[in-house]
């Protein structure tokens, strides 16, 4: 292993963490997060900061710390369920779309947690605590945001790399994608804008 030529890559949930691990890892020379979600953020405040109230997160830590106790009694970990099945006709845009991926053979698995019965219930409990792009201003290294522009995430994209600083941080919106495009679909994917971004900061 270079040293001097490590890059990452993190899509979705993991697309936030990796720009943790940026702001962190100085090693880290070049990062893309693409179709990036804030799981601390979406966590804490819900989807859109729908929930981004003092109340409403102390009832989500409260209902989280009484599910601890039953998991303790029961020596096993609640699951949350996961995509709904069958898909409900007044489900919300971003429901549909992640049925569109983990529901159908793009990313069926019988062992994917979100094809199935789901994470543990008290899986992202400390995210409710933990701002993980709390630093993300002072990442020096390269730093490429991809996002579909129909996705239901954009503004998680949007408004990480408006925080982001230096002339080395680019931000792409493709055109028409929602948020699962950006995981398999191979004419959407800008492979070769991937190539080029790595090529020029991992020399």
């Known amino acids: 292993m ?94 549909k779309d992640y049925y569109d991926y983990y529901k159908t053979e793009r990313g069926y698995h019988p062992r994917s947690l979100n094809s199935n019965g789901g994470w543990n219930v008290t899986g992202c409990e400390s995210f409710l605590n933990m701002p993980i792009l709390q630093y993300s201003q002072e990442i020096r290294s390269a730093v490429l945001v991809i996002h579909g522009e129909k996705a239901h995430s954009c503004y998680f994209s949007r408004d990480a790399f408006a925080k982001l600083t230096g002339d080395n941080k680019e931000l792409l919106i493709i055109p028409g994608a929602v948020h699962t495009d950006l995981y398999d679909q191979m004419d959407i994917i800008p492979f070769d804008k991937l190539e080029a971004f790595f090529g020029a900061y991992l020399k």
């Open 2 to 95: 270079d040293p001097e030529r490590i890059g990452i890559i993190g899509i979705c949930g993991w697309g936030g963490m990796a720009l943790n691990a940026a702001a962190l890892d100085t090693r880290i020379k070049a990062t893309v997060a693409s179709t990036m979600y804030d799981m601390t953020r979406v966590n804490a405040n819900g989807y859109f900061d729908s929930e981004d109230s003092e109340e409403a997160r102390y009832e989500k830590r409260k209902a989280l710390c009484a599910q601890r106790i039953e998991d303790y009694k029961n020596g096993s970990y609640a699951l949350g369920g996961g995509v709904v099945d069958p898909l409900p006709g007044d489900a919300p845009f971003f429901v």
